[in-house]
């Protein structure tokens, strides 16, 4: 089946340290964005590639970091400089094609730090 | 810059009633809309889209959105509520190489 997965579904971590969390997709999408997500806040953007090794920050970039070496594969990195890093974290993927780009998601990964 | 308004951050039906959830966008180009609706600790799920075809758009689950261009509005609508539709609901719209996301609306549904 094709679709995206994102492992681990729920994560915990220790204030200070460093956590990648992984996002591969099989459906042959060009385009990969990660979503942070807060109660009442809505989806942010933190980083998007539309091609193997390049991305664009998005609207909360500070203090995460990403990097793109497969199409398939784009995980996220939370630093210890990301001052609230407790949230559930989305992975999603777009085809480009035409002016449309519907984005499918991955289930998430709930992030607590404490 | 472009810009997507839910009206209504929470909304309660009685189950049967009619669900209508509302969504106005801000872009002076054609846009392209979707609908997505994300169950709890779970990723979001597409329920329509609207890409310059038919203005009256049926999604998945009974739920249908009406484009209006002269009042940039994109609302979902049901006919008749189910305990199960109860979620959150996302408004976006096509922006530069990405999705811009409304707020959400969470729907609550009362027996």
């Known amino acids: 089946d094709g679709g995206i997965t994102q492992s681990p579904k729920y994560l915990f971590r220790k204030e200070g340290q460093n956590v990648t969390l992984s996002c591969e997709q099989n459906?042959?999408?060009?385009?990969m964005y990660w979503y942070r997500q807060d109660p009442g806040q809505g989806l942010r953007l933190i980083y998007y590639?539309?091609?193997?090794?390049?991305?664009q920050k998005g609207d909360i970039a500070e203090g995460y970091s990403v990097s793109r070496e497969k199409k398939e594969s784009f995980p996220l990195t939370v630093t210890s400089a990301q001052k609230n890093p407790t949230a559930f974290y989305l992975c999603a993927s777009s085809i480009i094609a035409g002016l449309s780009y519907e984005q499918y998601f991955g289930p998430g990964t709930r992030l607590t730090v404490t | 810059a472009q810009s997507v308004t839910q009206l209504g951050s929470h909304v309660s039906v009685s189950e049967g009633a009619l669900v209508l959830l509302r969504c106005n966008y801000s872009s002076s180009v054609p846009p392209y809309l979707f609908w997505y609706v994300q169950y709890p600790n779970q990723g979001l799920q597409l329920l329509l889209k609207?890409?310059?075809?038919?203005?009256l758009v049926k999604g998945i689950n009974g739920f249908e959105a009406e484009f209006k261009k002269s009042e940039t509005s994109f609302h979902l609508t049901k006919p008749s509520a189910h305990m199960s539709d109860a979620a959150e609901y996302f408004c976006a719209h096509q922006g530069a190489q990405k999705l811009v996301f409304g707020q959400g609306t969470r729907l609550t549904i009362n027996p």
């Open positions: 459906l042959n999408h060009d385009a």
């Open positions: 590639s539309q091609i193997v090794n390049d991305f």
């Open positions: 609207y890409t310059s075809a038919a203005t």
